[in-house]
């Protein structure tokens, strides 16, 4: 079915600002309810008519300069009043994604207070919306983590379903199934990685939802207090990369530097032991044979 995309056909080229950046995601997020919900729905995935309220808990005023305190562009979501839900836009390729993951959803569970039962706690789901899997080994496109007992493979029994970890991998595309390329799970991940208006019209068309958004995404395109925080997320993320790539360089001079520091002190101390012992033919083989250097090292407790 071919939506009304009219609002569309004045635009073209690059966006300037793609839904991989966190803020003009969390923009999106904020300013349209409506697609938070099927978002949402696309994601965890239960049908749309069940989502009856979705209320963001750590709403920023958008515009706004960014503080320390929000900083993290994580959205944070009460659904249905009996569900907690973390959204999150990460593009750069973390490492301690899974560890990081946890530890927000083990924040986001503990939300019971002092004299509560631990019954009342809301179910939580941790949502991370990737650029590449964590898990190199692991070629899924989309995966649901939850605590079960896995000793007898064949009879997995499920822990809990009230704590869980999804990843929507977007480098995984390419290894969605047939059958799914027309979900709406897949037409979201197709949807954050356009980076034109020629392949959001595309999208547009084949859902409701995604014209929808594509509206609001254009309404926050041309606001100038948008585009500006926007690109302060890219100098940010800029400003992050650079600091570690500096810090792994310098990090490598001084280990090398310390290296051959330690190399030396170990060389000197052997060389001290076997003239003390008067192994004058060991110390000149060892200077020409580090295998037995080594050995020698290792008889006097060096290494």
């Known amino acids: 079915m071919t939506q009304n995309t009219d609002f569309l056909q004045n635009m ?38 069940e989502i009856r309220s979705c209320e963001i808990l750590n709403p920023i005023i958008l515009g706004e300069a960014i503080d320390n305190k929000t900083c993290i562009m994580d959205v944070r979501v009460c659904m249905n009043n009996d569900r907690m839900i973390n959204l999150e836009m990460q ?17 986001l569970y503990c939300q019971i207070k002092r004299g509560q039962n631990y019954a009342d706690a809301l179910p939580a789901v941790h949502i991370g919306i990737l650029s590449e899997s964590p898990f190199p080994e692991v070629n899924k496109f989309y995966s ?81 207090k948008i585009r500006l925080q926007c690109e302060g997320r890219e100098m940010y993320e800029h400003d992050i990369a650079t600091i570690r790539g500096e810090g792994f360089r310098e990090g490598i001079s001084q280990g090398i530097s310390q290296g051959i520091s330690q190399e030396r002190q170990r060389i000197n101390q052997l060389i001290t032991c076997l003239s003390q012992d008067k192994r004058f033919d060991d110390l000149t083989r060892s200077a020409s044979d580090p295998a037995y250097q080594e050995q020698l090292m290792k008889e006097y407790g060096i290494l």
Not at 14 to 22: F, G, I, Q
């Open 144 to 224: 649901k983590y939850e605590l079960a007992d896995i000793e007898d493979k064949e009879n997995i029994h499920i822990f809990t379903g009230k704590f869980s970890l999804r990843m929507l991998c977007l480098d995984q595309l390419e290894n969605i199934p047939e059958e799914e390329r027309s979900s709406e799970r897949y037409l979201w991940a197709q949807l954050f990685q356009a980076n034109t208006w020629e392949e959001i019209k595309m999208l547009a068309e084949k859902n409701k939802a995604i014209q929808e958004a594509s509206e609001h995404l254009h309404v926050l395109t041309e606001d100038e």
């Open 91 to 107: 593009m750069y390729p973390y490492k301690a994604w899974p560890d990081r993951a946890l530890f927000y959803l083990c924040r």
């Open 12 to 49: 073209s080229g690059p966006l300037d600002y793609p839904l991989t950046n966190d803020y003009m995601f969390r923009a999106l997020m904020q300013s349209s309810n409506d697609t938070l919900r099927h978002l949402l729905a696309a994601l965890l995935p239960v049908p749309y008519t």
